[in-house]
């Protein structure tokens, strides 16, 4: 192999493992990674209700209810109730709170756990509710 060939084929190996080594540095470091302290704390409910617009109706008061029950919480910032518009037995709950704590605390609620336990006979598919965290 000619030099020119050589110092060529260094410089494709030198640049490749520079490459693979940025990327496994950059794989190590994800900056999504949850924090430690996911203040504020958003909840994402998802409500599907089942059968007809009766159960759908009853459901959407029951979601109501729980609304208001929670924005009297301790360490609630916001909660909202939505319904999708082209089906309104399709609901989302988003809640905001302080800190984790007062989240859990709120879990732990005995209105929390009734409005649960209500809903289980109305919906279509289980309750899917999904924790964030600002990205920055």
């Known amino acids: ?41 958003y909840v994402v409910t998802f409500v599907d209700f089942a059968g007809g617009s009766t159960v759908a109706g009853a459901g959407t008061n029951e979601v109501k209810q729980y609304v208001l029950e929670t924005r009297k919480d301790p360490g609630i910032i916001r909660c909202d109730a939505l319904s999708q518009l082209n089906r309104t037995n399709h609901l989302v709950i988003i809640e905001v709170w302080q800190n984790q704590q007062a989240f859990e605390q709120h879990e732990s609620a005995e209105h929390t756990k009734a ?21 920055q």
Do not use: E, W, Y
Not at 120 to 135: I, N, S, W, Y
């Open 1 to 41: 192999m000619r030099l020119t060939g050589r110092i060529l084929m260094i410089a494709i190996v030198m640049g490749v493992a520079f490459a693979g080594g940025t990327f496994l540095s950059r794989a190590q470091q994800n900056p999504l990674q949850a924090p430690k302290d996911p203040s504020p704390l």
């Open 115 to 135: 409005f649960r336990a209500s809903m289980q006979p109305k919906l279509g598919a289980p309750l899917d509710q999904r924790l964030h965290f600002v990205v």
